[in-house]
């Protein structure tokens, strides 16, 4: 990790770090309030455990957190040749159509169906959202959440190297999941237990949610070098009239919004920036972004080169984020989804 010289624009060069492959977390710590917690907020970065959190945060701040449910979206299956496929189920549509991703040695044609194990079918409709999209479109021959429930796979990221299993059902998945939809869990929240939200309620800090369904473009890296040359991958998101009221009594009483998650960070300033309380968001938060809406963020260590480096940089700045993986790397900490998280302030303009 090398400084940033203010002389020019950011590259992409400048979110790489190299990352000892043993600190890649493959399994979740034994309990969710015992990971690791980076605090750094100041200029010295002091090492914390994640359920000392409420002695972090003060009465009249509003926690925000993403409810989405991880859906079992992988599923596996064979062509009409006998051909293996696999497909990762991105968003469900309506009439029993979906859209997702392919992964097979010679894509079928338009209008091939794919004989899935559980025994359902997928018919092939096209590609999505048009006709040059990265993602297809098919029509299963059931309800798609049904049959993902029944014959679906947790889809862990490719990083974590194990098929999935019982813990990772449960796991990877938060206490208050309600809204199923997403391929990918808001990782931060991982790390809180029914305990821990009751000590933080008990405090005087508020709850409250949004609902942003996290597609598997949040673990593709970034391949242009100038950063305004990325295209940014479409989420769903919603914002309810009851954190809208939140937010506002957040602000009336002088407390800060704590975005638990880049997720719910995108979805907040997702709606600040459209005025849209519920759409899709391709919103690209890179430094000298002007925050609207959140003050501090609790998240976890991110992929290099990735949209969510640029994230967290521009919220705390980037030499404060690199100076805080550097000690994260010297220290042990376990980093991505099933890792350690860490405690950001937003920076102030000078």
């Known amino acids: 990790m090398t400084l940033h010289p203010a002389s020019r624009p950011f590259t992409l060069a400048d979110f790489d770090f190299e990352l000892p492959p043993e600190l890649i977390a493959q399994h ?3 309990e969710r309030s015992a990971s690791r917690l980076l605090d750094g907020r100041n200029d010295t970065p002091t090492d914390r455990i994640f359920r000392e959190l409420p002695s972090l945060l003060r009465a009249g701040d509003l926690l925000v957190f993403n409810d ?6 992988r ?26 991703h392919m992964k097979v040695s010679k894509k079928p044609p338009v209008g ?7 025994g359902f079918s997928a018919t092939l409709l096209g590609r999505w959202p048009d006709e040059d999209g990265a993602l297809f479109r098919f029509r299963f021959s059931g309800e798609p959440h049904a049959l993902m429930a029944a014959h679906g796979h947790v889809p862990l990221p490719p990083y974590i190297e194990h098929s999935d299993s019982a813990e990772d059902e449960q796991r990877y998945q938060t206490v208050f999941a309600r809204h199923p939809g997403a391929v990918a869990a808001p990782t931060a929240a991982l790390h809180f237990d029914q305990a821990l939200l009751d000590q933080l309620s008990a405090q005087g800090i508020e709850r409250a949610s949004v609902t942003l369904h996290v597609g598997a473009g949040t673990f593709q890296p970034v391949k242009t070098d100038n950063l305004a040359e990325h295209k940014m991958h479409r989420e ?33 300033e997702s709606w600040a920036q459209s005025g849209q309380t519920t759409g899709d968001t391709q919103i690209f938060i890179t430094p000298g972004f002007d925050f609207q809406v959140v003050d501090v963020l609790i998240t976890n260590f991110h992929l290099p080169k990735s949209t969510l480096m640029m994230l967290v940089s521009a919220l705390a700045g980037y030499e404060r984020i690199m100076g805080l993986y550097r000690h994260a790397i010297a220290q042990g ?12 302030e937003r920076q102030r303009p000078a």
């Open 28 to 30: 979740p710590a034994a």
């Open 68 to 73: 989405t449910q991880v859906i079992k979206a």
């Open 75 to 100: 599923l596996f299956g064979e062509k009409a040749t006998g051909g293996k496929v696999e497909l990762l189920v991105e968003r469900v549509l309506q009439d029993h159509e979906v859209v997702a």
């Open 112 to 118: 091939s169906t794919l004989h899935m194990v559980g």
């Open 236 to 268: 769903w998101y919603q914002v309810p009239v009851a954190t809208l009221a939140a937010l506002e009594r957040c602000r009336q009483r002088g407390g800060r919004v704590v975005a638990v998650g880049t997720t719910t960070v995108r979805t907040l």
């Open 333 to 344: 900490y376990r980093f991505f989804s099933y890792g350690d998280a860490m405690l950001l």
